[in-house]
């Protein structure tokens, strides 16, 4: 799938939509969600134009990936789950419910989560 550049998330790379940042790095942003369905819930997002994890690991350089990554585990340092812990979460495409067409990690924490890993 073609990568749509006025996506919400790339629209909030270039600084067109605000968002409340967590952390950046070269390679990634961190954001609040709007619609926080956990005490915590961050956005992780690389900077680069990819659609999914797939196209992502097609096209990015290794230090994107790694700084992306790495990115991931400082957001949920600086958010002070890391002690008590956390989920990440990657929807990726149709059968995930994938809403905006930019890859991105979601973290989720600040409570207990439920055992199962997914409802339907
Ligand atoms: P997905 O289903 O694609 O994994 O989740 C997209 C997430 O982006 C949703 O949790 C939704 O609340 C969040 N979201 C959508 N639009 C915006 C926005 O404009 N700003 C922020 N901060 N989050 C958004």
Same mark, same amino acid.
């Given at each position: 799938m073609a990568y749509d550049p006025n996506n919400i998330f790339a629209r909030i790379l270039r600084g067109e939509l605000p968002c409340q940042k967590v952390y950046e790095n070269d390679h990634a942003l961190a954001f609040n969600d709007i619609? #926080?369905?956990? #005490?915590v819930h961050i956005l992780v997002i690389p900077k680069? #134009?990819?659609?999914t994890l797939a196209d992502m690991t097609a096209k990015a350089t290794a230090e994107e990936i790694a700084g992306f990554l790495a990115a991931v585990a400082e957001t949920a340092r600086l958010a002070g789950v890391e002690d008590e812990g956390y989920r990440i979460v990657g929807n990726n495409g149709r059968h995930a419910n994938q809403e905006v067409l930019h890859f991105h990690v979601h973290i989720f924490g600040g409570r207990q989560i439920g055992g199962r890993m997914i409802k339907s």
């Open positions: 619609n #926080p369905l956990m #005490p680069g #134009p990819y659609v």
